[in-house]
């Protein structure tokens, strides 16, 4: 079946630290790929996405390629902020549905410090 | 986008007894999943509830445990049945938007078994 695969964590950053967290998946087909975060107290928030090979999802500084030869989508950030603390999951949704059940990876905890 | 919200937010329940979660969405949706995510885990599919059909679950999860009710396209309850301290996690509602390809999730309940 499917399954996501992140990076052990967790992940502790000094502030304007370079962030990546990896991320690969295996699934049958073409999956969507996306990035959620959690932030403390709150719920789960799309972050970015990417629906096809060698789509880059972005948002708030933060990007993602999907990577088809090497079934990755890693997330990075060029200059974190203490207010990206988070947990951050890595997402699949099986190819072939708009929507439909997302594969979870176990989820990465980054702490930024002053 | 859609607006979710759930009812309780939190709740401390004793072993043995039932808890029913509500979830409301703003706008009529196909499609609504409920979520499980235990402390410091991942996020696991429990079921989709489908509007005017039994709900489908995943393997590990059984209706007699969580049955599930969709009555219109706008809401649904998860019951958590016969509780144990096993069952304490946050319970997430969540909702695919086809034409977004993206899924949305509510805030959570969180509930914990003594």
């Known amino acids: 079946g499917d399954s996501v695969t992140q990076m052990e964590g967790p992940v502790t950053l000094s502030e304007e630290a370079f962030l990546t967290i990896n991320c690969t998946y295996t699934a049958t087909g073409y999956p969507s790929l996306f990035w959620y975060v959690q932030y403390p107290g709150e719920g789960l928030q799309l972050l970015l996405k990417a629906t096809k090979a060698d789509d880059k999802g972005s948002n708030k500084g933060f990007e993602a390629t999907y990577r088809k030869e090497t079934t990755s989508f890693h997330l990075e950030k060029g200059s974190v902020q203490v207010s990206d603390s988070a947990v951050y999951f890595c997402a699949l949704r099986p190819g072939g549905t708009s929507y439909g059940k997302l594969t979870f990876g176990q989820g990465t905890i980054l702490t930024v410090h002053p | 986008s859609a607006v979710i919200s759930q009812k309780p937010s939190r709740d401390i329940c004793q072993r043995g007894t039932s808890l029913t979660i509500q979830c409301q969405v703003d706008?009529?949706?196909?499609?609504m999943f409920w979520y499980r995510q235990q402390p410091g885990q991942s996020l696991t599919l429990i079921a989709t509830?489908?509007?005017?059909?039994?709900?489908?679950?995943e393997s590990g999860f059984v209706i007699d445990k969580f049955p599930i009710s969709r009555p219109n396209l706008t809401f649904s309850t998860l019951t958590v049945s016969n509780m144990s301290p096993e069952d304490s996690s946050i319970y997430l509602c969540?909702?695919?938007?086809?034409?977004?390809?993206?899924?949305?999730f509510g805030p959570g309940t969180r509930l914990t078994v003594l």
């Open positions: 706008s009529q949706v196909t499609m």
């Open positions: 509830a489908n509007q005017g059909s039994e709900a489908t679950y």
């Open positions: 969540s909702v695919g938007m086809r034409l977004l390809h993206e899924q949305f």
